[in-house]
């Protein structure tokens, strides 16, 4: 019996073809009394098949569970299920992105992880009506080394899944890895079809950015860094009428999976102390777009006094040298007061004494967003929280230390955690 977690549109794929294939397979759902028995799944013809569902809260272990939400549901998902899952039960990974493993090992053994790479095309049209949208392949290998392929992995084969095994898939989740990048977020931020981004200043910044993860994929060495731009032009210009699923997610205004396609990504750059000016500000612009947190930080914000709803909410400014935190040197973290997210910490401190908090550098590049400010008649960069999209105040060029940058920040955006 295969177990699949996630009836959306790769689930209900997977559970037709290994229907199809007279392999047993099931969903797991929270609430199975709103489906009915009948699943539907439109290719050349409309095929109804009759798959089971198993309610989540049953205690019956799973052998081989398939997880196909999207990368940020993996966490809740494995959590749901927790009580079913055993030492030897294992887990085949359907997200997008990379570093699941990190989620997925608190729950099974490293070495019942599998992970699948997956290019065919599927949508839902309604909650139990899938279109196929195009054939692709099934791109399945384990987390650690095995001496064989298990079992399992002939039911995928006999299913219409052009199903691959590989010994070692972690270059086949960077190449999907470093296509995803280029292409998702792009087109979520100038809302528009994969083709779309072949057109104007579009296309320009799409081959700035191909062109510096082509120099990083060289530097890593990987057999398709020379291919790489061919490989995402041949995507876009295949798949040129698609709305992606970053982009669909922004749309509905639901977590998307931006840290575990381009966050894991700029990681790996940082690491390698890899210098990647646009995938930075792709980061950066993405996150003053559809900041995560936004909905939430604006709710507590609702019950900020005056100055601390207009610095954060309405990008003011608090009066120089009358901060809490201008003269503040405990040791931990300075966090984010909207949303709770890490910004900085006592490391990156200094004083600079210009009459407000001044860090060097932030804890996690990732946090801080960027954008230009031309009010006041000035030229300068504003910062923002990138989780919430909050404002914190402005960065300089003229840092005193090795970094040679200044966070200028407001003590109203921040809170404090000490460290024991």
């Known amino acids: 019996m295969i177990s699949i977690l996630g009836a959306g549109a790769i689930g209900q794929l997977v559970a037709h073809k290994l229907t199809d294939a007279l392999v047993d397979c099931q969903f797991i759902v929270r609430d199975p009394e709103k489906y009915e028995p009948s699943w539907q799944i439109v290719d050349d013809n409309v095929i109804s098949r009759v798959i089971s569902v198993s309610d989540i809260t049953d205690e019956l272990s799973i052998e081989l569970l398939a997880i196909t939400v999207k990368a940020p549901q993996l966490a809740q998902a494995l959590e749901s299920v927790k009580h079913r899952l055993t030492a030897t039960s294992q887990v085949i990974l359907f997200q997008n992105g990379m570093g699941h493993e990190k989620v997925a090992s608190q729950y099974v053994p490293p070495e019942n992880i599998y992970f699948a790479s997956n290019t065919h095309g599927a949508y839902r049209q309604s909650l139990q009506h899938l279109i196929y949208a195009g054939e692709g392949q099934l791109s399945i290998g384990p987390l650690m080394p095995i001496s064989k392929v298990p079992g399992w992995f002939e039911d995928f084969e006999q299913a219409d899944f052009s199903a691959v095994w590989h010994r070692d898939i972690e270059p086949i989740l960077l190449k999907k890895l470093f296509i995803n990048a280029c292409i998702n977020p792009l087109t ?98 993405f996150h003053i777009s559809f900041p995560p947190k936004q909905a939430f930080a604006k709710e507590r914000a609702k019950s900020f006094e005056s100055l601390q709803y207009q610095v954060t909410q309405q990008a003011g400014t608090e009066r120089p040298f009358t901060g809490r935190f201008n003269q503040h040197s405990e040791t931990g973290n300075y966090i984010c007061v909207c949303c709770d997210s890490v910004l900085f910490d006592q490391n990156g401190k200094f004083d600079s004494h210009c009459g407000w908090p001044s860090f060097d550098r932030s804890t996690n590049n990732k946090a801080i967003a960027y954008r230009d400010d031309l009010s006041h008649g000035m030229s300068r960069t504003e910062i923002l929280c990138a989780q919430c999209g909050s404002h914190l105040g402005h960065v300089f060029d003229d840092g005193p230390t090795e970094t040679g940058v200044r966070f200028c920040v407001n003590s109203a955006s921040l809170d404090f955690t000490p460290k024991d």
């Open 188 to 285: 979520a931020i100038y809302q528009c079809k994969n083709g779309e981004l072949l057109e104007g200043n579009k296309k320009t910044r799409l081959l700035s950015l191909i062109e510096e993860n082509q120099r990083f994929a060289k530097q890593l060495n990987v057999e398709f860094a020379t291919s790489l731009k061919e490989m995402i032009l041949t995507v876009i210009e295949k798949t040129a009428e698609n709305y992606n699923s970053m982009y669909q997610d922004v749309t509905k205004g639901i977590e998307t999976e931006i840290n575990a396609i381009n966050g894991y990504l700029l990681d790996l750059m940082s690491q390698h102390k890899f210098k990647a000016i646009h995938n930075w500000q792709l980061w950066s612009d």
